[in-house]
């Protein structure tokens, strides 16, 4: 009997962890069965304390297209509302984690995968990659953190011209807009998405969580509460191996060995 694909892959390379989105044949298209394989791969990532690195990115011609159209057919609204919880609460995981989690972006990224995409912490894209936010072009509204992430990475105004029209724009253009941190060839992609993720899974990954929660907290937070927040959380670096380890290696002059502790 010929072996089922996961929908989901969740590879394991030491503290670095690769999650690939896995239904090349419908660009990635995210349905139920997909949400519920994304979740549960998530959910383990997040209780595994030796993940100091994640990479996300997509099988075959594209990073993902967004909800699978096909699936909302037939009774839209109960199919929206079995979808959505999964992947609501796979966002809520990924934001959350100590491990920084990078997207690497190619082909097409539309609809919630570009919701999805910008829920990561970093993004690396090929430079012949199209995104578009889409949902309007579907009378919808954003899911997948869309809405929250967009405005944030953009500024407001940016946000409703690439929201309400709709529009495909180009790899240079969301690099210019903020949602990408580096465009590379297409043929570089995957050793620059690798170098990226290696050299993140080698830092201090508790120090790196905090860095995370902070600075998406900072977007919410009053300046006396996000002091209180730096004070509290700068308090408890101090206590983990990594931070000791820091401090001893800039006075023996050399380059610290963090553990993730």
């Not at 990479?55 to 594209?62: D, F, I, M, T, V």
């Not at 899911?143 to 407001?156: F, K, N, T």
């Not at 993140?200 to 995370?212: D, E, S, V, Y």
Request: aromatic content about 4%; hydrophobic content about 50%.
């Amino acid at each position: 009997m010929p072996t089922t694909e996961p929908l989901v892959i969740l590879q394991r390379d030491g503290a670095i962890a690769t999650l690939i989105l896995n239904r090349p044949g419908s660009l990635n298209a995210l349905d139920l069965p997909t949400a519920q394989a994304f979740l549960a791969c998530c959910t383990e990532l997040a209780a595994d304390d030796s993940v100091r690195a994640v990479l996300l990115k997509g099988a075959g011609k594209a990073f993902g297209v967004g909800g699978d159209l096909a699936s909302l057919r037939s009774d839209p609204t109960a199919t929206a509302m079995a979808l959505i919880p999964p992947l609501h609460a796979s966002i809520l995981l990924l934001t959350s984690m100590n491990a920084p989690v990078i997207a690497c972006l190619h082909g097409t990224v539309a609809g919630g995968s570009l919701s999805l995409a910008m829920a990561c912490d970093l993004a690396i894209a090929a430079d012949n990659t199209r995104f578009n936010l889409a949902y309007v072009n579907v009378a919808a509204n954003c899911d997948l953190s869309g809405s929250w992430h967009l405005p944030r990475l953009v500024g407001l105004r940016n946000a409703m011209a690439i929201a309400l029209l709709g529009d495909t724009f180009d790899a240079p253009e969301a690099l210019r807009l903020g949602l990408l941190n580096r465009i590379v060839p297409a043929a570089e992609l995957e050793s620059a998405a690798l170098a990226l993720v290696q050299r993140l899974g080698n830092g201090p990954t508790q120090a790196i969580g905090r860095l995370k929660r902070l600075l998406r907290q900072s977007l919410d937070n009053d300046l006396p509460t996000q002091l209180d927040l730096e004070r509290d959380n700068f308090r408890d670096s101090t206590k983990t191996a990594d931070f000791a380890e820091a401090i001893d290696a800039f006075f023996s002059k050399r380059k610290p060995v963090f553990v993730g502790r």
